[in-house]
């Protein structure tokens, strides 16, 4: 979770893989195949990829005999494997220095042009005491490549028998597919002698599979048949799936690329029927109990079910996120075809439904959890659902425990998740700007872009185990980088106890987190933990469930038998805990519910875990003591239920030698398994109780084909097990014989006995023990001190009641302890330890809180807000609460229990509400108060200013909004190609530009979840002239006074006077304004070419204005509106039109109002003469002291709005300290609009 993780993140190594089991027991529990990259077949083509591991044949492990290592919280019966996704990996040149393997003689040589660690090749311990000048040991020379270690002398160390021994063995080839670099296996096991394999060939180039071949024995393994003609000759197979419940039915899958089809067998695939399929399948997940029923998730995230194993399909759902659908548990869930998943909504929100397979619309469908959840967060494991919601910047996370009603998981308090959303929002800024300080703009602007990037992070929480009732999670903190802290619940899943703090954690091979736990199979509440202290990794052992942790013993001698000098706590014994990705290899540690004293791991032995001198060790007591049995990493694999213990060394070289031990690793004998050496690829282990029969796939060379050895150790034993074989074995913990409560005996096959052991048969008796403090952990809200007593943190009041404590009832009181979930003990100080029942004292309410049910601080005008009352203590039963809105209407309840649902309220008007609430009863009173910011949807900005200044002269901008009263605003102001912008509460500003040209100002207006903006551009010159238009009243029949008929009328007006003056459109700009009667703005401006010159000069303007005028005033600027519509225009403020009458009736009057006429005339004249300035022309020029309006802007100024010179905005940094807060608490999705209402219709060639 942090986002809740499935079975991918954080597994059990906490491998992080679903289903991750050792090959050799991989059929054993329901998923008998798996796929092998071909390590000797040269990669045609590229180098390879890194190596993803190799792929067990889907159907699901149910939970086996397999050492957990927690695939991190997975679904309910079987994870959905993805043919789509796997990764074919590439071969190491066998010409190679020698490597690690990856498992039972798996090379595990890095992909070519890796370089090796120091820039030079690695070498083996042996090689490195010669290059020391160290002899070697006796008997290694003349030894091949797989080597025999070295013979100790007598005592505690391990002992070898060197003389080789011959297994019963055949090998068969796979003739033809010697280009093939990848297999899958089946091997149905449980009486049954069939084994499947599919053979591909992978192109790296193409990225696709180009061949495929399939393969079929049925006498476990010692002849194949090549089955392509029974599936088709040219059908590509891509993937085999095999029913978990009955491993006779098998499912192959088609290429994609060239057709999409299943075929399927009844009959362990002796026969098979094609059906075609009209989607591409990418993972199936198969019902853990009915063996017909099956969802299939396609590549168009589309959910589909089918009840007749594959052969029709419905489809279920759209839109559900991957690996994020589950089966119902049968107990947990009532009906059995129920689907758990998680789905998209129409707006792109993340939902946890669930509906039945063959009947999912939306009448049906149910949404336990309410509201919606984070994506990629749904996970039902078991008893338990787990989700993710974040809220105020801070994941959530939610446990519904066998299907009750979610409560919400608790930490302890200041165990915070390492990302939040406002982290994240700051670290994102400060890389983005390079700011210092991260600006309020940025968290406002771009909090939708880390909702997107945060969805796609590493995740915080893991949910590890969720085995025996409760849940087992790894959390990364605050303060942690590279380590997790480990977290174990009460039963319901909902209050968590640290367990470890800072377990070591790694990248696996997909990027994905691996966590450094081990739980040991077997052995209930048995785990090993890397741990790291003051930057050393050691590794710690827990007998229950991380109650007590305590280093590991080394051994008392080496492999030699030479004395180990190592003291406790100065020095211990180290163990690598990574499990295989891949069933096919071992990994670095094992162990088996089968075998449940035996762990076999790699290691170091000094003052902390190294990559460097590792050695293998077995430990034959459940960890007590260890022994060393070889000096260089080893494959170990369980055969014969522990009984026999097979190893292949570690190398990129051909082996033929395996060593065996039947005495749980305290010697070994050499034995061969083929006559030629052989390049080992994987091995694979018999189905079935007993794990007698082993195949070893490989090849001899380079280019031969893939050979599948059978080994038979049946021929090894005479005869089976009797009782006198066995001996008792009591487990025990540093010789304490009581382990979660409990003393348990197991059968344990004598050491000198060599024969078969058959079923396991379990633990012999189990006797509960007395309980002691050992059997308690610390409860939650508690810590323990170093006197072993849990006290409460610093953080947690013990007297707190609940809130649905009332007297007269009562509840149970914690003793600061709580027994370990899982253990068994009795009596002794279970009474003292065990919370008890007490009862409700009549208490005064305290703690009294008012929040929203989305933790919001925001409210939407005339819709329903549901206000939530908490109260920390009280007796809620008798007390009356008294809620004012704010809004001049208060309500008055009897007690809480009343509003458990919240209380709802609708505010009719915009703007800030106190909210206050009032508890009170007969011991005293409390109140809270809450500010709720009422708002209603902004619809429109937009940005008012004129559309020509004057250089260095202020200029007012104004933002207009619609509608106009929409609540608390922050309005966001950038200039010009400024990087920073200017934030304000106030809508209207004042600024000015000190260089000439087109400067363009965008304005972005926050209103809660909503941010919508409007760009206009703005002209700046030194000087320029402006004249008022007017029209024809006919113009205004056809205004409907909006924004975009204003900007084509604009550019029809320009074009006309374009035409009519012959004058160059640069230095022409008009603007329709707003309003009736129509009139427009013209402005005459001094065009300057790019390279600066030709400037017109003062002169020059005037001359155009005159031929303007002119031009207008004899009526020849007009323009046709539409087809029948002429439009004239006309000067505003001057007239040419000759005012004198010349007919004979002139009166005296008529006179003296030509001679006025005159006199106009003659005072224009002069004044144009001396002051260059016409009548109805304006003149704009820069002026020094000069602080005159500019002209009147399009838009009106609301005389509301104030204005604010740009010297008194704040920066951004000081509108965040200062008081601009505008974060709602609660997570926020941003719904950005963007517009752009240029009112100039020529601003492009200007």
Same mark, same amino acid.
């Given at each position: ?6 079975r ?16 050799q027991?991989?059929?054993?529990f329901?998923?008998?195949g ?9 990669a ?22 397999e ?12 994870s ?38 120091g ?6 311990p042996?090689?490195?005491?010669r ?12 030894r091949?490549a ?22 019963s ?12 670099? =990848? ?12 084994i ?10 193409l ?21 392509n ?51 591409y399948?990418?993972?199936? &997940? ?11 998730y ?7 079910s089918?009840?007749e194993?594959?052969?029709?399909? =419905? ?25 758990? &998943? ?35 967060? &749904? ?22 425990y ?23 929002a ?25 909702s ?5 992070l ?11 009732n ?30 470890l ?8 091979l ?49 492999l ?8 406790l706590?100065y ?25 449940p ?41 369980y ?16 082996i ?27 091995v ?44 008792p ?10 382990i ?11 050491s000198?006995?060599?024969c ?11 006797e ?40 007269g009832?009562?509840?149970?009181n ?19 330890y ?40 009280g ?17 008055s309840?009897?007690n809480?229990?009343?509003m458990e ?12 509400f ?10 005293g ?14 619809e ?8 020509v ?25 950038w ?19 000190s ?17 919508l ?9 030194e ?5 008022r238009?007017?029209f ?14 204003r ?8 074009r ?14 008009v ?14 401006l ?25 031009k ?19 000067a ?27 006199f ?20 704009y020029? =820069?002026?020094?002291n000069?602080k005159?309006q ?7 100024q ?7 010179? =740009?010297?008194?905005?704040m ?6 300290d ?12 941003i ?16």
């Open positions: 979770m942090g986002k809740v993780a499935g991918s993140p954080a597994g059990r190594r906490v491998a992080l893989l679903a289903g991750t089991w050792l090959v027991l991989l059929c054993t329901g998923t008998s798996a796929e092998i990259t071909c390590r000797g077949c040269l045609p083509g590229k180098p390879p990829r890194p190596q993803r591991g190799l792929f067990f044949v889907p159907g699901g492990p149910g939970r086996g005999e050492a957990r290592r927690f695939p991190a919280a997975g679904g309910e019966g079987t959905p494997a993805a043919p789509s996704q796997e990764t074919p990996t590439g071969q190491p040149d066998r010409s190679a220095s020698p490597a690690r393997s990856a498992g039972p003689g798996l090379p595990r040589a890095p992909p070519r042009g890796a370089a090796p660690r820039g030079r090749l690695s070498r083996s042996a090689e490195r005491r290059a020391r000048g160290v002899p070697a040991e006796r008997g290694q020379q003349g091949e797989a080597g025999a270690p070295p013979e100790p002398p007598q005592g505690k160390a391990t002992r070898f028998r060197l003389e080789e021994l011959k297994l063995s055949s090998t068969c080839a796979l003739t033809g597919d010697s280009a093939h670099n =990848q297999a899958m296996v089946h091997w149905s096991g449980h009486n049954s002698s069939v499947l394999i599919l053979t591909k060939l992978y192109d790296y180039n990225g696709s599979i180009t061949e495929s071949s399939l393969w079929r024995s049925t006498d476990y393994g010692t002849t194949y048949e090549k089955l003609e029974k599936v088709g000759l040219k059908t590509i197979l891509s993937y085999l799936y095999v029913c978990p419940t009955n491993k006779r039915k098998i499912m192959l899958l088609t290429d994609p690329e060239i057709e999409s089809s299943l075929l399927i067998s009844s009959d362990e695939g002796a026969t098979y029927q094609k059906y075609r399929l009209n989607f399948i990418q993972s199936l &997940l198969f019902h853990p109990k009915q063996e017909d029923w099956i969802l299939a396609s590549l168009d995230q589309k959910l589909y089918s009840i194993f594959g052969r029709r399909w =419905q489809l279920l759902q759209e839109g559900v996120a991957p690996n994020r659908f589950y089966w119902s548990v049968m107990g947990s869930s009532k009906e059995p075809d129920l689907v758990h &998943l998680e789905a998209k909504t129409v707006d792109g929100h993340a939902q946890y439904i669930t509906c039945r397979m063959q009947n999912c619309t939306e009448a049906t469908r149910s949404k336990p959890f309410p509201g919606y959840i984070d994506p990629d967060s &749904l996970i039902v494991q078991d008893d338990y659902v787990f989700v993710q919601l974040t809220s105020g910047g801070r994941p959530h996370y939610y446990v519904s066998r299907r009750s009603a979610f409560a919400q998981m608790k930490l302890p308090k200041y165990s915070l998740p390492k990302n939040s959303h406002l982290q994240l700051e670290t994102i800024c400060d890389e983005i700007f390079g700011l210092s300080r991260v600006p309020t703009t940025c968290l406002v602007l771009h909090l939708s872009v880390f997107e990037i945060y969805g796609k590493e995740k915080d929480m893991h949910v590890i185990s969720t085995d025996e409760q849940v087992f999670a790894a959390v990364q903190e605050w303060n942690q980088n590279d380590t997790y802290n480990l977290y174990i619940s009460d039963t319901r899943g909902v209050y968590f106890t640290l367990a703090e800072n377990v070591k954690s790694s990248r696996g997909e990027g994905n987190v691996m966590i450094d736990l081990y739980e040991v199979a077997g052995i209930k509440g048995m785990f090993l933990a890397n741990k790291k202290i003051d930057n050393q990794v050691k590794t710690f052992i827990t007998y229950n469930k991380g109650r007590d942790w305590r280093l590991l013993q080394a051994p008392d001698t080496d030699r038998g030479n004395p180990v000098r190592c003291l706590p020095c211990s014994l180290h163990l690598h805990l990574k499990v295989s990705e891949n069933p096919y290899t071992s990994g670095n540690i094992a162990s088996r519910d089968t075998a004293s035996i762990i076999v791991a790699s290691g170091n032995i000094g003052t902390e875990l190294s990559d460097n001198d590792i050695s293998m060790f077995v430990s034959s007591d459940a960890g007590n003591t260890w022994r060393q049995i070889f000096e260089e990493e080893h494959s170990v694999l055969l014969d239920q522990g009984g026999v213990l097979v190893a292949m060394k570690h190398t990129s070289l051909p033929r030698h395996l060593w065996l031990s039947f005495d749980e690793g305290r010697s070994w004998s050499k034995y061969s398994f083929t006559s030629t050496p052989l390049f080992v690829d994987g694979l282990g018999e189905p079935g109780e007993e794990t007698l029969i082993m195949t070893v796939f490989g090849h001899f060379s380079h280019r031969s084909e893939w050979q599948l050895v059978k080994v038979d150790y049946k021929s090894i034993f005479d005869r089976r097990c009797a009782e006198e074989d066995y001996r074995w009591q487990l025990h913990s540093q010789g304490e014989a009581c979660m409560g409990a003393k348990r005996i197991y059968r344990k096959r004598k000198e006995k060599k078969m052991q058959g079923k396991y048969a379990g633990a012999m008796a189990s509960p023990c007395v309980c002691t403090e050992a059997d308690f952990d610390c409860d939650y809200g508690y810590e323990r001190h170093t006197n072993g007593q849990c006290l409460p943190a610093f953080w947690y009041n013990p007297s707190s009641l609940s809130k649905d404590c009332s007297f009832q009562s509840y149970l914690s003793t600061g302890y709580r027994k370990v979930v899982s253990n068994n003990c009795t009596d002794g100080v279970r009474e003292q065990t919370a008890k029942p007490q009862r409700c004292p009549g208490k005064a309410p305290r703690g009294l809180r008012i929040i929203t049910s989305d933790g919001k601080l925001t409210a939407e005008q005339g819709h329903n807000v549901t206000l939530m009352v908490q109260l920390e203590e007796d809620v039963q008798r007390m009356i609460i008294q809620v004012d809105f704010g809004d001049g209407i208060a309500v309840y009897a809480l229990s009343s649902d919240g209380i709802k309220h609708v505010y009719q008007n915009v703007g800030i106190r909210v206050t609430v009032q508890v009170e009863n007969s011991l009173l409390d109140s809270a108060v809450l500010y709720l910011h009422v708002t209603c949807p902004l429109h900005v937009h940005l008012s200013l004129p559309f200044t004057t250089k260095n002269k202020e200029v007012n901008a104004t933002a207009v909004l619609w509608p106009s009263h929409v609540g608390t605003l922050t309005y966001i102001w200039f010009g190609n400024n990087t920073e912008p200017l934030v304000t509460l106030e809508g209207s500003i004042t600024f000015t530009f260089v000439e040209g087109m400067n363009t100002i965008t304005v972005q207006v926050s209103a809660g979840n909503t941010i903006q409007d760009t206009k551009t703005i002209a700046v010159y000087r320029f002239q402006s004249l238009l007017s024809s009243p006919n113009l205004d029949e056809y205004n409907p006074d909006i924004p975009e008929w900007r084509d009328v604009s550019r029809v007006i320009k006309a006077l374009v035409e009519a003056t012959s004058i160059s459109s640069k230095h022409v700009l603007a329709v304004l707003p309003g009736l009667p129509t009139s427009a703005e013209l402005f005459i001094p065009y300057q070419e790019a390279t600066g010159e030709n400037k017109r000069p003062a002169e020059d303007l005037d001359q155009i204005s005159e031929v303007l005028i002119h207008l005033n004899q009526n020849l600027v007009q323009f046709e509106l539409k087809p029948g519509v002429r439009v004239l225009v006309h505003a403020h001057l007239s040419a039109v000759p005012l004198v009458d010349l007919t004979p009736s002139h009166s005296g009057s008529a006179m003296l109002m030509l001679l006025s006429v005159v106009v005339g003659l005072a224009v004249f002069v004044i144009y003469k001396f002051k260059r300035k016409i009548p109805g022309i304006n003149v020029a =820069q002026m020094q000069e005159d500019e002209m009147v802007s399009p838009v009106s609301r005389e509301s709005m104030p204005n604010v010179p =740009q010297s008194e905005l920066s951004p940094e000081q509108l965040v200062e008081k601009l807060d505008t974060r709602p608490i609660g997570s926020i999705s719904a950005a609009e963007t517009q752009s209402t240029k009112e100039i219709p020529t601003y492009v060639n200007v």
